[in-house]
T-cell receptor
Framework: GAVVSQHPSRVICKSGTSVKIECRSL??????MFWYRQFPKQSLMLMAT?????????EQGVEKDKFLINHASLTLSTLTVTSAHPEDSSFYIC?????????????FGDGTRLSIL | AQSVAQPEDQVNVAEGNPLTVKCTYS??????LFWYVQYPNRGLQFLLK??????LVKGSYGFEAEFNKSQTSFHLKKPSALVSDSALYFC????????????FGKGTRLSVIA
């Protein structure tokens, strides 16, 4: 079945550090990928929609200069949390949908737990 | 605007008993409906989807869901719960136009007690 690989699974770093998270679709092409953020015991909050070869579309309230998204190929999207601070600590999850089918489910990576000290 | 409601934060059921996790939705037009499961510190795993056709949809691990258009519901069910089914379950919806993202409910934590 369709697999989405997300790396790294866990990051612990100092305040002010920039952190890059990679999301890869392993056996399908994804024109669009999605980045979510999940707070403890809460649902997934869509941060942005990543489009291959064009700028990402950010949801209201999400700082595009803080959360840089690059979707350089049909199988890779990256999220960079720039100058991270403790309030950026969270569980970040990427998702991708096969480009070939409009009713295909979104497949999710295993998430990245980001802890900023 | 699309929205999903999961009215129960927590569902407890004894092992071997049937389980139901409720979901209602609001979307213009005919939706695509999904159920996902999340285990601790993991991403979401796809369980099943409703696109069109039979209202009863069968998915992974013995789960099924019934689409009810008049009640705008898509409840998740399983005839006999297992302890290993204990997890966080999310209902999701998206419209049929364009490449729109999923909209999730807040999640329901299922605990199956041996």
């Amino acid at each position: 079945g369709a697999v989405v690989s997300q790396h790294p699974s866990r990051v612990i770093c100092k305040s002010g550090t920039s952190v890059k998270i990679e999301c890869r679709s392993l056996d399908f092409q994804a024109t669009t990928m999605f980045w979510y953020r999940q707070f403890p015991k809460q649902s997934l909050m869509l941060m942005a929609t990543s489009n291959e070869g064009s700028k990402a579309t950010y949801e209201q309230g999400v700082e595009k200069d803080k959360f840089l998204i690059n979707h350089a190929s049909l199988t890779l999207s990256t999220l960079t949390v720039t100058s991270a601070h403790p309030e950026d600590s969270s569980f970040y999850i990427c998702s991708a949908r096969d480009s070939q089918g409009g009713n295909q489910p979104q497949h999710f990576g295993d998430g990245t737990r980001l802890s900023i000290l | 605007a699309q929205s999903v409601a999961q009215p129960e934060d927590q569902v407890n059921v004894a092992e071997g008993n049937p389980l139901t996790v409720k979901c209602t939705y609001s979307v213009s037009g005919n939706p695509y409906l999904f159920w996902y499961v999340q285990y601790p510190n993991r991403g979401l795993q796809f369980l099943l989807k409703y696109i069109t056709g039979d209202n009863l949809v069968k998915g992974s691990y013995g789960f099924e869901a019934e689409f009810n258009k008049s009640q705008t519901s898509f409840h998740l069910k399983k005839p006999s719960a297992l302890v290993s089914d204990s997890a966080l379950y999310f209902c999701a919806v998206r419209g049929r136009s364009g490449n729109t993202p999923l909209v999730f409910g807040k999640g329901t934590r299922l605990s199956v007690i041996a």
